[in-house]
């Protein structure tokens, strides 16, 4: 019996909140793509893949640890809520990691303008001055592109695993 309850207190010390879960799953997925990226891997679609199934993974974990909770409401709303405490502590972990990483890289960002610049060299409807023009204002906002592009490309696929959960999970309990 002492036992018995000393584990349920235990348990119920270590409760890992939405907040924990999106903490752990952001730190994963940036050491992951910090280990990827050194390994020149990180641009695949196999590394896409394996972010995203990690990205729906933590938000599953959080819907399915309310689920089975004492305070679980199974209104859309409710367990919505809970995947969006996890989803945007994964978004902000992303969009600083972006940001740091494209500030600490311009090796790639020379890449990625190099590119840029062949792209439109090949479109052969601008002369040299204005693909200049078009790479030094691309320069400059560089970085704002990589945060924007991670905070938006979380934030919309963390808003639809999460609502495909809360739907997936409202369908169950039915």
């Known amino acids: 019996m002492l036992k018995r309850q000393l ?6 010390m270590m409760k890992i ?23 020149g891997r ?25 689920s ?5 409401s199974p209104s859309f709303g409710a367990i919505f809520g809970q995947g969006f405490r996890c989803f945007i502590i994964i978004t902000l972990i992303t969009v600083i990691f972006a940001g740091v990483n494209a500030s600490l890289h311009p090796e790639e960002k020379a ?21 200049k023009k078009i790479i030094d204002k691309a320069d400059k906002q ?5 945060v924007y592009t991670a905070a938006f490309g979380t934030l919309i696929i963390g808003a639809a695993f999460t609502a495909a959960g809360a739907g997936l999970l409202l369908m169950k309990k039915k």
Do not use: C, H
Not at 7 to 12: E, L, Q, V
């Open 17 to 39: 909140t939405p907040l924990i879960k999106g903490i752990i799953a952001g730190i994963v997925m940036i050491g992951l793509g910090i280990l990827l990226q050194n390994t």
């Open 7 to 12: 584990s349920a207190n235990i348990a119920a």
């Open 68 to 72: 089975r909770s004492a305070n679980y």
């Open 111 to 131: 890449i990625a303008l190099r590119s840029y610049a062949e792209g439109l060299k090949k479109e052969g409807n601008r002369n040299d001055e204005e693909i």
């Open 42 to 66: 990180a641009n695949s679609s196999g590394a896409q893949n394996l972010f995203y199934a990690l990205y729906a993974g933590a938000i599953a974990w959080t819907l399915l640890g309310y």
């Open 142 to 146: 560089y970085v704002t592109g990589q």
